[in-house]
């Protein structure tokens, strides 16, 4: 049970390029999340997933797009980053309806020239 | 005025210390409120969770919240060095589809 995993875990871009982070979950959980994570900004939700099938924008989406591609696995997808882009990613998963806790991945570091 | 604000620290305590940590709110419409522990370069972990008002006591920890001031505490007794790490409060309304994280504090307990 490897739990939440992220690949790749660290990643340089340069401005302009695209890429996509890949995120899967093997407990069988219905929810998921993507959050950025920046020194004094603490974790913010860029875009969630409550349900296969579903995906709805959180606090800052603008420059990312995501993929529910089964109930496993969500993607997250930078069309052209920017440096503004740089930070930690880190993607989540819950059970769904009714549940708290959320279970986090260990992170892709992600650096933007 | 971002919806959940904590103080970053860094927070610096002897072994053995009472540690307080501390988060305040805006949005009077939360109803669950947790905290996550996050180690350095790992993802974070939850810790503790509490409905509503009230205390919550989990071995050395405890977590309270007082609504009608829009506080929540994390209290750590008997702070161990293992306990160093970065600590996060959250907060969500009652369908938890979203969380508000605080920017978390930075505790070191020191030997």
């Known amino acids: 049970n490897a739990g939440v995993t992220q690949t790749p875990k660290f990643q340089v871009l340069k401005t302009g390029q695209s890429m996509t982070l890949q995120c899967a979950q093997d407990?069988?959980?219905?929810?998921m999340y993507w959050y950025r994570q920046d020194p004094g900004m603490g974790l913010r939700l860029i875009y969630y997933s409550a349900s296969e099938g579903t995906t709805d924008k959180g606090e800052v989406p603008n420059g990312y797009n995501v993929s529910r591609l089964n109930k496993r696995e969500f993607s997250l997808r930078l069309e052209s980053a920017a440096p503004s882009q740089t930070s930690v990613y880190f993607c989540?998963?819950?059970?769904?309806?009714?549940?708290?806790?959320?279970?986090f991945g260990p992170g892709t570091r992600l650096t933007v020239t | 005025q971002k919806e959940v604000e904590q103080d970053p620290g860094p927070l610096s305590v002897p072994e053995g210390a009472i540690v307080s940590l501390n988060c305040t709110y805006s949005n009077s419409a939360f109803q669950y409120f947790m905290w996550y522990r996050q180690y350095s370069r790992k993802g974070p972990e939850l810790l503790m969770y509490t409905y509503s008002s009230g205390n919550k006591e989990d071995g050395r920890f405890t977590a309270q919240v007082d609504k009608s001031s829009k506080y929540i505490s994390l209290f750590i007794r008997d702070s161990q060095p293992s306990d160093s790490a970065t600590y996060l409060c959250a907060m969500s309304l009652g369908n938890f589809n979203k969380f508000y994280f605080g920017s978390g504090t930075k505790l070191n307990v020191k030997p």
């Open positions: 407990m069988n959980h219905n929810s």
């Open positions: 989540a998963s819950r059970i769904g309806q009714g549940s708290h806790e959320q279970y």
